[in-house]
C-alpha cells in the first residue's frame, strides 16, 4: 500500500515539476528579449560591472539577500492566499517570483565564477542540477508514456472509425443485393 502511495505521489511531484519546469520555460524566453533591452541602459550596465567586480563573499551575501528576501515575500504572499487575499496574494506572488528570477539569475550569470569557488555552493548547487536532469528525464518519459498512450488511443479510434465504415459498406452491400 505504501509502496503505491509514494509512487502515487512521486507521479504527482514530477507532473507538478513538469509544469513549474514549463511555465519557467516560457516566462525565460519571452522575458530574455525585455533582459536585453534592459542591459543596453546605462545606469544597468554600470550595475553589471559593479556586480562582477564583487568579491567571493559580497558576491554570496548580495546572491543570498535577495534570495532570502525573495523567499520571505513569497511566503508572506502565501500567507495572503490563504487567509483569503487571493488576488492581492497571488499578484504579489506572481511579481515576486519573476522579478526574483529575473535579477537572481542575472547576478548568478555575473558572478557564477566566484559562486562556484564557494564549496558547500558548488555542491548545493551541483546537487540541484542534478536533481533538475533527473526530473527533466523523468518528464521526458512520462511524456513518452503519454505520447504512446495518444498514438494508441488514435489508433484505436481510427479501427473503430474503420470497423463502422465496414459495417455500414456492408449493411449497403447487402441492401443493394437485396433489392437485385
Known amino acids: 500500500m505504501t509502496k503505491s502511495i509514494r509512487k502515487f505521489f ?3 511531484l514530477v507532473f507538478v515539476a513538469s509544469i513549474f519546469i514549463l511555465f519557467q520555460e516560457l ?13 543596453k541602459i546605462n545606469y544597468i550596465q554600470k550595475s553589471e560591472v559593479w556586480v562582477k567586480s564583487l ?12 534570495f532570502v528576501s525573495s523567499s520571505l515575500l513569497e511566503i508572506w504572499a502565501i500567507g495572503l492566499t490563504v487567509i483569503g487575499k487571493i488576488y492581492i496574494g497571488f499578484s504579489i506572488y506572481a511579481i515576486s517570483k519573476i522579478l526574483s528570477f529575473i535579477v537572481l539569475s ?10 562556484m569557488e564557494v564549496s558547500w555552493f558548488k555542491n548545493l548547487f551541483d546537487w540541484l542540477v542534478y536533481k533538475k536532469n533527473k526530473l527533466y528525464s523523468q518528464f521526458a518519459q512520462f511524456n513518452f508514456v503519454i505520447k504512446i498512450e495518444l498514438a494508441i488511443i488514435r489508433i484505436e479510434s481510427e479501427c473503430f472509425r474503420l ?18
Do not use: Q
Not at 516566462?27 to 542591459?39: A, G, N
Not at 542575472?106 to 557564477?112: P, Q
Open 55 to 66: 568579491s567571493i563573499n559580497a558576491s554570496l551575501t548580495l546572491f543570498m539577500v535577495i
Open 27 to 39: 516566462v525565460w524566453t519571452s522575458v530574455k528579449p525585455v533582459l536585453e533591452y534592459f542591459s
Open 10 to 12: 512521486g507521479s504527482l
Open 163 to 180: 470497423k463502422d465504415n465496414l459495417s455500414l459498406y456492408l449493411l449497403a452491400r447487402k441492401k443493394v443485393k437485396n433489392e437485385e
Open 106 to 115: 542575472r547576478i548568478f550569470t555575473l558572478t557564477k565564477p566566484k559562486l
